[in-house]
């Protein structure tokens, strides 16, 4: 079975300045990671996801994350936020074999102050 | 594509009643899954299908809970009898295949009051 842990439920950043989420994950078997983003009133969509290969994953709206086995985390960064960016970020993890679910982290609220 | 279509978009009920929301997936998606967001615990996976068939539903709460999915293009999730503390938003979410890579697609959800 997989878990995911988000270590911050809340994270106030300014405008332009860099941000890091993090995620930590346990798994006893090769993983899937994503990371999803739910803006207010909204349902969950995919920024990103770690499959196989480069370790450094880019996605929508500028974000990227780095898979790290030996840490088995998977942080999302972004060097420059907006107030756009104002959301909850979701961490979740998959196994690779047979009919695979997505387990999710708690999640981390991200606001972005002027 | 629509997208994942859920309905309604809200419902208020009251303790006792009968709830049923309902999820029009993906055309072409073979998996569909119902998960439940508080603020207490989170998004927890309820149920989830393949081929309209129900492969894992150890998140179902208990017997007041129904989920089926008669066919690739509908599913309903049934609350029976319904109680406060169902009070959550449900989204219903669909993805192409069985694999953990492949992308789930999520609808804007159901946010449920039951007084």
């Known amino acids: 079975a997989q878990s995911v842990t988000q270590l911050d439920s809340q994270v106030p950043v300014f405008e332009e300045a860099p941000v890091e989420l993090r995620c930590n994950y346990s798994s006893s078997v090769s993983v899937y990671l994503f990371w999803y983003v739910q803006y207010p009133n909204q349902g969950l969509q995919l920024l990103l996801k770690?499959?196989?290969?480069?370790?450094l994953v880019k996605g929508i709206n500028g974000f990227e994350a780095e898979f790290n086995k030996s840490q088995t985390s998977f942080p999302l960064r972004k060097p420059s936020v907006h107030i756009s960016d104002t959301a909850e970020y979701f961490c979740a993890v998959s196994g690779l074999q047979g009919a695979q679910k997505l387990v999710f982290g708690q999640g981390t609220r991200l606001t972005i102050n002027p | 594509d629509a997208g994942v279509i859920q309905s309604p978009r809200h419902e208020v009920t009251e303790m006792g009643q009968e709830v049923t929301l309902r999820c029009k997936p993906i055309?072409?998606?073979?998996?569909l899954f119902w998960y439940r967001q508080t603020m207490m615990r989170g998004l927890e996976l309820l149920i989830y299908f393949n081929n309209n068939v129900p492969i894992d539903d150890s998140g179902m709460p208990e017997d007041r809970f129904s989920a089926k999915m008669p066919n690739a293009s509908f599913s309903t999730l049934k609350i029976q009898p319904s109680e406060p503390r169902d009070s959550a938003v449900y989204f219903c979410?669909?993805?192409?295949?069985?694999?953990?890579?492949?992308?789930?697609?999520f609808g804007p959800g159901t946010r449920l009051t039951v007084l």
């Open positions: 055309s072409g998606h073979n998996s």
């Open positions: 770690y499959l196989s290969g480069s370790t």
């Open positions: 979410a669909s993805r192409e295949g069985l694999a953990g890579s492949d992308t789930q697609y």
